[in-house]
């Protein structure tokens, strides 16, 4: 199957809307950190960077038997603004006040329009963001067996709901504020990582098809990003949403905040949109490609959103995928066909957003059938899968059971 995604990925650029792809899952890292925000690197390759001062502390925090406890400390530790909680060893906290703030370099007023622009966005973004990169994270293949492996693969509504409240607290409209969420959000989410980093490499399973010593670099971090934040830019820009200049720059910057929280170093985070596509040319669009845990995944997560969508039929949710990333990885994933939804979804789904967005005065025949959806993914990405209060992040003390 690795094979397979190697041989294609020529047209999978195009099916994409991404032109020039370059290298292979076999190439050199060749982009340069003068595109980054830090305006030189030292030549590393990120997918050999991991996070050696979290991963200390969640080695300690294993070896110990914390997690449990830790937990339960942090479960009503939600708020920006709010003091670290209390009954947590004293390296989880000295390193917590170390991380848990913005970077000197953060723009309040960048952050501030972020805010604006996706709560405009928010639509759009649930639909981009779950049905689009949520199934492309399963054909990502170090993603999907790190996933699948992992305890959150073994309960994978769970999970959907956890990375559900990482994008809702981003994009929401005090994501930055006092009382806002963000910021704590993905330093929890850091640190799950770095659990996740101590604990894969003692699955006899993951390690059958691993391809790194552990996984979750900085590397497979960034990997993910453009599998979300730009594969999301480039649908508004498909789409024809008005993005202005400065709008896209707060976007951009949001994100380069939050993969500075979750420890990717800046001599790899992108600087311009520009370089953030550059590099997602070399580092996500060559390496998709089916595995059987992704596969897997992406059957588990379908019936998952089929369900909230208000009894859509599951052919318009397979074609929907296929039409956000392309046929190719339907095919990977064995998703059937419907040509008559696939037909309707290619002519109605941008009349629906240009009536949406006032470019059209034309209500489309189907408008009711694509508000629906909206709504359903909407309420399921907004109810972070379970229920309209805030799902706990945790940190793990085990793998997949089996694994």
């Given amino acids: 199957m690795e094979n397979l995604s190697r041989r294609k990925v020529l047209t999978l650029g195009a099916a994409l809307g991404i032109a020039g792809m370059a290298g292979t899952t076999g190439t050199a890292w060749a982009w340069s950190g003068k595109g980054s925000i830090a305006g030189s690197g030292t030549g590393a390759d990120p997918f050999q960077v991991w996070?050696?001062?979290?991963?200390?502390?969640?080695?300690?925090?294993?070896?110990?038997?914390?997690?449990?406890?830790?937990?339960?400390?942090?479960?009503?530790?939600?708020?920006?603004?709010?003091?670290?909680?209390?009954?947590?060893?004293?390296?989880?906290?000295?390193?917590?006040?170390?991380?848990?703030?913005?970077?000197?370099?953060?723009?309040?007023?960048?952050?501030?329009?972020?805010?604006?622009?996706?709560?405009?966005?928010?639509?759009?973004?649930?639909?981009s963001e779950t049905l689009g990169s949520g199934i492309m994270s399963t054909v990502i293949p170090r993603e999907a067996r790190a996933v699948y492996w992992s305890a959150g693969g073994a309960d994978m509504k769970q999970r959907a709901a956890k990375t559900f409240t990482f994008g809702y607290d981003l994009h929401n409209s005090k994501a930055w504020a006092p009382d806002g969420h963000f910021v704590v959000t993905a330093?929890?989410?850091?640190?799950?990582?770095?659990?996740?980093?101590?604990?894969?490499?003692?699955?006899?399973?993951?390690?059958?098809?691993?391809?790194?010593?552990?996984?979750?670099?900085n590397g497979d971090i960034l990997?993910?990003?453009?599998?979300?934040?730009?594969?999301?830019?480039?649908?508004?820009?498909?789409?024809?949403?008005?993005?202005?200049?400065?709008?896209?720059?707060?976007?951009?910057?949001a994100w380069q905040v939050a993969l500075h929280l979750l420890g990717v170093q800046e001599q790899f985070i992108p600087q311009t949109w520009a370089d953030a596509e550059a590099q997602a040319q070399q580092m996500l669009w060559p390496v998709l490609g089916p595995t059987d845990e992704g596969v897997s995944l992406a059957k588990t997560l379908l019936g998952y959103i089929e369900k909230?969508?208000?009894?859509?039929?599951?052919?318009?949710?397979?074609?929907?995928?296929?039409?956000?990333?392309?046929?190719?990885?339907?095919?990977?994933?064995?998703?059937?066909?419907?040509?008559?939804?696939?037909?309707?979804?290619?002519?109605?789904?941008?009349?629906?957003?240009?009536?949406?967005?006032?470019?059209?005065?034309?209500?489309?025949?189907?408008?009711?059938?694509?508000?629906?959806?909206?709504?359903?993914?909407?309420?399921?990405?907004?109810?972070?899968?379970?229920?309209?209060?805030?799902?706990?992040?945790?940190?793990?003390?085990?793998?997949?059971?089996?694994?």
């Fill in 51 to 127: 996070d050696d001062t979290a991963d200390a502390v969640a080695k300690a925090l294993l070896a110990e038997g914390r997690i449990p406890a830790v937990n339960t400390a942090w479960q009503g530790w939600i708020d920006n603004n709010a003091p670290l909680p209390a009954g947590m060893p004293d390296y989880l906290v000295a390193y917590l006040r170390q991380v848990n703030k913005l970077p000197s370099w953060a723009d309040p007023a960048k952050l501030a329009a972020s805010e604006k622009l996706y709560t405009r966005l928010s639509s759009y973004l649930f639909v």
């Fill in 187 to 217: 330093n929890k989410t850091r640190l799950v990582h770095a659990v996740v980093r101590n604990l894969l490499p003692t699955s006899a399973k993951y390690q059958d098809g691993a391809d790194q010593p552990k996984p979750i670099s």
């Fill in 223 to 253: 990997r993910t990003f453009h599998s979300v934040a730009t594969f999301a830019r480039s649908n508004m820009l498909k789409w024809n949403i008005a993005l202005s200049t400065a709008e896209q720059d707060a976007d951009l910057h």
């Fill in 308 to 403: 909230p969508t208000l009894g859509l039929d599951s052919g318009f949710v397979n074609e929907l995928v296929r039409y956000l990333l392309n046929d190719q990885m339907g095919d990977w994933l064995g998703l059937p066909r419907d040509y008559a939804q696939a037909a309707l979804i290619r002519i109605e789904w941008p009349a629906y957003v240009a009536f949406r967005e006032g470019a059209s005065k034309i209500m489309p025949g189907s408008f009711s059938l694509f508000d629906q959806f909206v709504r359903g993914i909407s309420m399921l990405y907004l109810n972070n899968g379970t229920s309209p209060t805030q799902t706990p992040i945790t940190l793990p003390t085990a793998n997949r059971p089996g694994a």
